[in-house]
């Protein structure tokens, strides 16, 4: 359990002008990286094991494989090999990968290699937690917030893995970036028989901006404001003091200015006054525009401890070498770390090689999770660049060295390939510099290290500097929704982020418009479903739905760039802000749209048009019993009817769901998934079946207006001993 207390909401509320209460739900979500776990073990002469492979976090594995084989974490090399994608899903599960096979190979003397099947990938690993957040909040006429009680309640699965650092930063940014003088929030995480749930990025923030985004604007509409001017209103400003009693004046505030540019690049006031608000235009669509705005601490804070060390070493020819105590998982991290480098040294990228992690040469620098690499990596290495530099400089500096001088250590700068001391204008290729300093044995190896400033938390009273700095975010959803069915097409998404500084610019923009398109799956798309028994049904990609390249909306991005004391020449954090969105701005739209509130993830189109209806929102209910079908039909998980399909000659009793499609049956509750699920619009042909005699796509077929049509699939048009059919 944690808790955040300010003030005293209760007695507030019955002074408030406003008060609303809300009740919001996310959904499991799997990480869905491309490659699943995979990890090569090789027993050593010396009774030592080395284990190559595709995780997160190397140092956790080297733990692991420790605590499996009983040998000291001297006894443990780990190595990463380029990672396949992990999202913060290469942690725990690949950990346990690696202890198996070390224990394999230790036991058989022989190299092991293990791969996990994707069907294993997902059964085994841990999950994004649901979340089920309860808002309470008051509001004056005049648009100000004043009291908020939240309460939240996350699914840890059966075992404690990191729940307790996931429940606990929602609970410290629960009020988003807004000031409100009275907060309760209080955070539990339970145990039950479902998926185990662990780290996924964001950890924690998508699930609580998406609750507390959504409530921001049904308050805005509530006291006769627009979004953008409500938010203004009730920002954090520079220099305020937050709910948690931190002070925010060791950074810019950059809520108003991340708002500002979005609302400026997006057309915003231009856009807002016509969005459909539920009246459809001449071709049956509700369009709207919708925004939502974050902030998030920087890196561990009170969660962890936040240190990084880094290796230099410069060879003879002047080539260099750089190992960094955190990992590169796709995030850009490798490049940041080199731009850092060079950039110190005044050489050219290509001059620097990165070496992947291994935990034999270099020291733990934490976890490479909560947006923190390439600000505790980024420090180390302009520390151990600026020892390298200081050696260069003093034994240049000597008797009868190239820049020997009486005033002791001369000052000098390393600029495009050269070094150079300003105050006598005297130069040296950086080459003729190496090679000098080697001469006299001087040897250019340097180890830098950084350690977190200050931050603080109090437990008991749920105060405290939860994070030594923090960024600030904003997004804009464009969508159409069908006025008829509900469906939601994501017209466009701009993200707008507080960086800092950006080091690596194309990475930069990798992360904004790769973040928003994974907040898209969040938002409208991903759902792991689970059986009545706890048994995850989803376990591949045919049944588990990421978004399509179809789905993908026109994508932009801006960034802000405030330089922060904390961070190597200024930079922040990008990885998870940019995922932790686009859910709300996209719900916000439909809003704006349609006039209906959804308050559950993944947003289906059955809700939405229950809601413009006026009705009860269908219940998303699984079905009674414990096989792995016992799950509800369909995307939607709304309302059901039972139906009688003709499929390969068999009638087949069924419940569906009314948007099923026949698609949806045949794979989900039939098991006949030589049926495809390809591109989901009808054109690839994947899901080509027999509908009385004539092809038709099953995608594009609602199962409940078949009839008694005879269907054929692929199964089907086998015949007597196996032979094909004249088809």
Known sequence: TCHVRQGDPGPEFAGCDVVLEREWRTQYVEHSYMEPEACVAVPEPDGSVSVHGGMQHPFTARRFVSWATGLPLASVRIVQTTLGGGFGGKDDTISIVCA??????????????????????????????????????????????????????????????????????????????YLIPHVFAESRGVYTNGPLTGAMRGFGSPQINFAVESLMDDVAHAVGLDPVEFRRRNFFTQGCTTHTGQKLDNHVVAARQVLDLAVERSGWNEKWPSCSRGTPDAKGKLRGIGLACSYRGVSLGAEGLDFCSAIVNVMPDASVTLEVGVAENGQGLQTAMATILAGELGLPLEKIRFLEVDTSRVPDGGPTVASRGTLVGGNAVVEAAREIRETIAVALGSAGSPFATEGGVPHLVFRDGVVSEPATGRTMPWSDAVAACHEQRVHLHAMGTWRGPRVSWDEEHGRGDAYFTYVYGCNVAEVAVDAKSGEVAVRSLLGVHDVGKAIFEEGVRGQILGGMVMGLGFALHEELLVDDQGRIVSLNFDRYRIPKATAIPKLDFAVVENRDEAGPWGAKS???????????????????????????????????????????LPQRTQREGGDSASVASGPSGGAHRRVELRVNGKVHAVDVAEDATLLDVVREDLRLTGTKCGCGIGQCGTCTVLIGGKVRRACRVDAVKVGDAEVTTIEGLAGPGGALSEL
Do not use: M
């Open 574 to 616: 990008l990885g998870e802000p940019v995922n932790e969105l686009a859910a709300a701005a996209i719900a916000n739209a439909i809003f704006h749209a349609t006039g209906v509130r959804v308050t559950r993830l993944p947003i289906r189109a059955v809700e939405i048009a229950e809601g413009r209806k006026g009705g009860n």
């Open 100 to 177: 198996r096979a070390a224990i394999l190979a230790l036991r058989t003397k022989r190299p092991v290699k293990l791969v996990y099947t994707r069907e294993e990938s997902i059964r085994e690993s841990y999950k994004r937690h649901p979340f089920l957040i309860r808002h309470k909040v008051g509001a004056g006429k005049d648009g100000k917030l004043r009291a908020l009680d939240a309460r939240l309640l996350a699914d840890a699965g059966p075992y404690c893995s990191t729940t307790p650092f996931v429940i606990w930063r929602p609970t410290v940014q629960c009020t988003g970036p």
